[in-house]
């Protein structure tokens, strides 16, 4: 089978993830796969691709899918879910009572605020104050500063939010495998419908050919990783491609479904996003 005959447009983050992930694949070392032409943004500015119908292939948080897959498939492969690597919220004093206080968020069109929204609604029954979205490099200041009262937090913070001497009030991930058994759903690879059935195999086959090249022999993708962690230490970068790239990334398989489709529907139930027809999430 021929790939397409021009690149596809792809998006997806700079983080050791996705780079790992796509290594191969976006340096032509796939026999046959379709050809990309790689643009690098954080998931909120994806997520809002996805919404405006832009680029061939993107990474999108989870939570946006209801709202994009009438134009975008999910694809089986590339994504994050795992366990043990869910969003925390931080606060400057143990034991914080979050009840009616101002919490930073990174967007409120992502996988980690509806985790935050079920966690608050099984353990707050007073309910949450103040969202506030701000970008995610800033939330761990403004909460060691006071400027806000807590913080959700995702990726690498997991590993450094002692450095701002915060504490851990909960675990979205915890609270979410405890309460499922599920693996978390993070981060998921939706490309264009109208791509076709064939191009969407083929392209399926190569993100899952990239991950298993990448598994082969990490060392090959470690100058792309490196080149694109935002000065990120080494040992960190490794520590988050070890969480984020897992068995789910090569194939979501029955329990990645079932925890994607878990997550959106427990979200429509608590009015968070619009409810999932019952063939969404099939792939072509």
């Known amino acids: 089978m021929s ?10 983050s700079p983080c050791p993830n996705d780079t790992f992930v796509f290594d191969a694949l976006a340096h032509g070392r796939v026999p046959g796969a379709p050809a990309l032409d790689v643009t690098f943004a954080d ?26 897959l009438d134009a975008y498939a999910l694809l089986p492969c590339g994504g994050a879910l795992g366990r043990g690597c869910g969003p925390l919220v931080l606060t400057r004093e143990a034991d914080t ?4 206080r101002t919490v930073a968020v990174p967007s409120e069109r992502s996988t980690a605020y509806l985790l935050f929204r079920l966690w608050a609604a099984d353990t707050l029954p007073g309910g949450v104050g103040e969202i506030v979205v701000m970008p995610f490099h800033e939330i761990m200041p403004a909460v060691r500063d006071g400027k806000i ?6 990726h690498e913070a997991r590993f450094t939010y002692q450095n701002y001497g915060l504490h851990r009030l909960a675990d979205m991930g915890e609270h979410w495998e405890a309460t499922t ?11 264009k419908r109208s791509l076709g059935a064939d191009t969407l195999r ?18 090959a993708s470690r100058p792309y990783v490196m080149e694109h962690a935002q000065e990120m230490d080494p040992a960190v970068a490794d520590q988050h491609i070890g969480l984020y790239v897992n068995e789910f990334t090569s194939n979501l398989g029955e ?4 925890a994607v489709r878990g997550l959106l529907t427990r979200a429509a139930a608590e009015g968070l996003v619009p409810p999932l027809g019952p063939t969404a999430l099939d792939f072509p």
């Open 3 to 12: 790939p397409e005959s021009r690149p596809l447009q792809i998006a997806y």
């Open 181 to 191: 058994g599920l693996p978390i759903p993070l981060g998921a690879i939706v490309a």
């Open 202 to 219: 083929l392209l399926a086959e190569s993100i899952h050919t990239s991950v298993h090249a990448a598994w082969d022999d990490p060392e």
């Open 97 to 100: 009572d979050l009840t009616g």
């Open 43 to 68: 998931i909120d500015i994806t997520n809002g691709m996805a919404e405006r119908g832009e680029f061939d292939v993107l990474k999108v948080s989870y939570a946006v899918l209801p709202y994009v």
């Open 255 to 258: 329990d990645g479904y079932a």
């Open 149 to 154: 009262d807590a913080g959700l937090v995702i």
